[in-house]
């Protein structure tokens, strides 16, 4: 529709006065608005104060050309809402920063505006001004910088400064006023002077800061004078506002703050004469708060979060997953409707209204400013507007009018009633009459999820224990009931994968690895996770580094497992992510081993520590049980002494920090254990020293290993060294693996070698696919043997070696195939079946989807299928029949 200007310019007059004299004193703007010249008109309103030497008085005339044509061209439908809410909130900007300018030149003249700094907070930072707002900025100084006189003290200077600029802006004269400033938004401000230190302001907010202040500074950006302090010290709260963990006061405080204002509300609750659109139920406020409450739970780990504007929030929230499209469009068009009213109220006298009058023949004057017939119109579309805004807000809230069942109601079955009341009655985090119904809300699908379990009694105690640790019940359990694939997805991990519910039920905070998109995402490369797992908070304490590495260890484990069990990524993927992790965590724990030892024993000159990754570990794909199996070398002279306050021959350095590298990787901490550490595959095993030279072991390999330790040897890779030691050793080892070999003794060593592990370790149950005849050691033993026998597909990882193994025409193509099959099973199982025997009816059908079967009969026929090849295989290359049968 085009816009009407001459239409909106008679509406301004005749419904509201404030317009009517703004027109009578701009005839210059009104002959533009009256041709249609909208931008013309803005320009010029822009430049009303230009050539005026008084700030105060420059700043009143732009403000009262910019009312009136954002007015007129808002009515005529020419400037949609958020141009209105942009222009004013930029101007609100220039007036901050020409305010504090003045200011500051007054008393030192030619001063650069630098040291102080203007933070908007609100709808001003959001660039969502209302059209008669006030501005709740945030005063902040650097005693270092702030000019100021000789015999004046910082602090005093800039109190003197805030002063003035609440005077320039807001007191009201002949030329009207500039903006309403309330200062009540800053730290402590009962207390408190109306300029803050930066320092004394992150020390509030990092010690003693309330709730809604980190609500408050969703919004928050540098507005005026020193722009880039302000910036700084933001980056700096960041942290404070953004938390990386999962929020679980955040809905409390929004919960308890909305009672707050709703009791104080006197007004009518639904619309009518005198209802407040901003504060009422239904109201803008509402909006906000939906929007913010989920910016506070979630944009910790999400920064696409991170938005100050209402629809932007709305629309991350529905691109996350967060909240559904449908939702977030509701929202947001009621949002702006009601703000669109909102100015309509606000044109009529410039007032800071937001209370629709109570007066009949006023609100219907409201009405028709607006475009609409009269108040009843109003009330109408106001009354289906709030309606929908107030039920999505309860809905987030928890409020519900109906009495909810009890959870022994829903429960009857005696299995589990006995158990659900006692933990009402016993649980801290469900002793309140709210967390009671949040936990009341999900029973039913608990006890749904208990009864399919493999093992209810393990799933209810795990269950038991992540309500006992968590610091408050009722947040999650609302989230539960908001988000209820987030419960399933819970639900599915206590009931159908042990190791990952034991880990769950003693840290509950890895649940913030699924409330985000990328939970389901495969972790980066090694550098970037050890980047993650080096950043601290700044310190340099070796404990809390070693935290940190089971922290982000912890994180990726259980995200992966959770991403296993539900059939998101192939198993053989997972696998290589675990394998990344690994060697992230391997790198982070050894460099900051080292650190530690040679801040007492000082560095061996010309010597260094490398790192052998066998096993799975070489391979570069491990499973959530594997452990890490390591050589540890080092390079340079035997007998040289390291420089630190307590020297160490090469020898005994070297040995020593090994045992300090496993330690960092093996012992639990405060956030619990990592990875068992096994260098039984070292040079003379257990009898022989952690720790030996480059030289040594180069010897050793070639001249005195057996065969099985040459097998090992076709899966390791150095780890962690110097980039020039980690190619030498990985020449060596290409070497000793291609030297000639008798194929027969060979043949001999194998099956030997074979025999001994067949009677030693014998298979768990059908699903141990590692160690039943047919299975993935015998598929391995193929693999080494034609390496060896033929000195070629020297990869460490299994896949690679199958491939190059297979192009060689040493092995058939369905070969591939059936050893990937036997490998997804296993890493599948490590979590959904960790003894080898069949799992319960949910877990197997887990376990088939996990591994691209529809069904588990499907999987095991597969399985079967693939035993039966590698036997064949086996059969043909050692004239050796296994016994592949059930």
């Not at 609750?269 to 803008?284: A, T, W, Y």
């Not at 408050?472 to 206590?494: K, T």
Request: aromatic share 6%.
């Amino acid at each position: 529709m085009a816009a009407d200007w001459q239409a909106a310019i008679t509406r301004a007059r005749t419904h509201a006065p404030f317009l009517k004299l703004a027109l009578e004193r701009r005839p210059e703007l009104v002959g533009l608005l009256a041709t249609s010249e909208g931008e013309a008109a803005l320009a010029a309103a822009r430049a009303a104060g230009e050539g005026e030497s008084d700030v105060g008085v420059a700043l009143r005339r732009e403000r009262l050309g910019l009312a009136l044509v954002l007015a007129v061209g808002d009515l005529a439908g020419a400037f949609p809402l958020q141009r209105v809410m942009s222009e004013l909130s930029a101007f609100a900007d220039r007036a901050l920063h020409a305010a504090i300018a003045a200011a500051i030149t007054a008393r030192v003249p030619e001063a650069q505006p630098q040291g102080f700094a203007a933070l908007a907070l609100g709808k001003h930072g959001a660039q969502e001004l209302n059209y008669s707002s006030d501005i709740d900025p945030i005063l902040l100084y650097d005693p270092a910088q702030l000019p100021h006189r000789p015999r004046e003290e910082p602090g005093e200077a800039a109190q003197r400064y805030a002063r003035q600029l609440q005077e320039l802006l807001a007191r009201s004269t002949a030329e009207g006023y500039v903006f309403r400033v309330d200062l009540r938004l800053r730290p402590a401000s009962e207390v408190s002077p109306l300029a803050i230190s930066f320092d004394g302001a992150l020390t509030h907010y990092e010690s003693s800061a309330l709730a809604w202040e980190r609500a408050a500074y969703i919004r928050a950006r540098s507005a005026g004078g020193d722009i880039a302090a302000g910036d700084a010290f933001l980056e700096q709260i960041r942290p404070f506002v953004w938390r990386r963990s999962l929020d679980f006061t955040a809905l409390e405080e929004i919960r308890r703050l909305t009672h707050l204002i709703r009791d104080a509300y006197a007004g009518p609750r639904e619309p009518g004469p005198g209802f407040d659109i901003k504060r009422g139920r239904g109201g803008i406020r509402e909006v906000e708060f939906f929007a913010q409450t989920h910016q506070l739970i979630y944009g910790g780990r999400l920064p696409n979060l991170r938005q100050r504007g209402t629809r932007p929030a709305l629309d991350a929230l529905a691109a996350e997953g967060i909240v559904t499209a449908a939702d977030a469009t509701l929202l947001g068009e009621a949002y702006d409707r009601l703000r669109t009213i909102e100015h309509r109220l606000q044109m009529v006298e410039d007032r800071q209204t937001h209370a629709l009058p109570a007066d009949p023949a006023a609100l219907t004057n409201v009405a028709r400013l607006d475009g609409l017939p009269d108040g009843a119109a109003l009330i109408s579309e106001l009354t289906a507007l709030c309606g929908q805004v107030a039920a999505l807000y309860d809905r987030l809230l928890g409020v519900d009018d109906q009495p909810a069942s009890t959870a022994a109601d829903l429960a009857r079955d005696p299995r589990y009633a006995p158990r659900i009341a006692e933990w009402r009655a016993t649980i801290r985090t469900l002793r309140t009459g709210e967390a009671r119904a949040a936990f009341d809300a999900i029973v039913s699908e608990l006890v749904a999820a208990f009864d399919a379990a493999p093992d209810p009694d393990h799933a209810m105690a795990r269950w038991q224990t992540l309500l006992t640790r968590l610091p408050s019940a009722v947040n999650l359990l609302r989230l539960f009931e908001q988000r209820p694939g987030l419960l399933r997805q819970v639900l599915r991990i206590l009931t159908l994968a042990r190791p990952l519910a034991d880990e769950l039920a003693r840290r509950p905070e890895l649940l913030d690895a699924l409330i985000d998109r990328t939970a389901l995402d495969l972790p980066g490369p090694v550098e970037a996770l050890a980047a993650r797992m080096h950043r601290t908070d700044g310190t340099a304490d070796y404990e809390r580094r070693l935290d940190r590495i089971r922290q982000v260890v912890g994180e990726e484990r259980f995200a992966l497992g959770t991403q296993l069990i539900e059939a998101v990524h192939d198993p053989l993927a997972i696998a290589n992510a675990l394998g990344r992790v690994a060697e992230a965590a391997l790198g982070t724990a050894a460099h900051a081993a080292i650190e530690a030892f040679e801040a007492v024993h000082g560095r061996v000159p010309g010597g260094a520590l490398l790192i052998l990754g066998l096993g799975r570990l070489g391979g570069g794909a491990l499973t959530h049980a594997s452990d890490l199996d390591l050589i540890y070398l080092f390079s340079g002279e035997i007998g040289v002494e390291s420089d630190g306050r307590r020297p160490l021959t090469a020898s005994l350095y070297f040995n020593r920090l090994a045992q300090r590298v496993s330690a960092a990787l093996s012992v639990p901490t405060a956030e619990g254990a990592l990875y068992q550490v096994d260098t039984r595959l070292r040079p003379q095993g257990a009898q022989g020293p952690v720790a030996v030279s480059c030289e040594s072991f180069a010897l050793y390999q070639r001249e005195e290993a057996w065969t099985w330790e040459h097998m090992a040897l076709t899966r390791a890779r150095p780890v962690f060294g110097p980039s020039e030691e980690r190619a030498q050793m990985a020449a060596l080892l290409q070497s000793v693996l291609s030297r000639p070999r008798d194929a027969t003794i060979l043949r001999v060593d194998v099956l030997a070698m074979r025999a001994e592990i067949a009677a030693h370790k014998p298979p768990t149950g059908p699903l141990d696919v590692k160690l039943l005849r047919g299975g993935l050691v015998d598929a391995e033993f193929i693999i080494h043997f034609l390496q060896l026998r033929d000195a070629t597909a020297l990869h460490p990882s299994l896949t690679e070696a199958v491939e190059a193994l297979a192009a060689q025409g040493l092995l058939p193509r369905t070969f591939a195939e059936h050893h990937a099959l036997l490998g997804r099973v296993l890493v599948a199982a490590r979590l959904l079946a960790p003894d080898g025997t069949e799992p319960a009816p949910a877990a197997r059908q887990a376990l088939a989807a996990t591994c691209g079967h529809e069904h588990y009969t499907q999987l095991c026929e597969a399985v079967q299928q693939a035993r039966h090849a590698i036997a064949a295989q086996w059969n043909t290359l050692f004239d050796q029949t296994l016994e592949t049968e059930p």
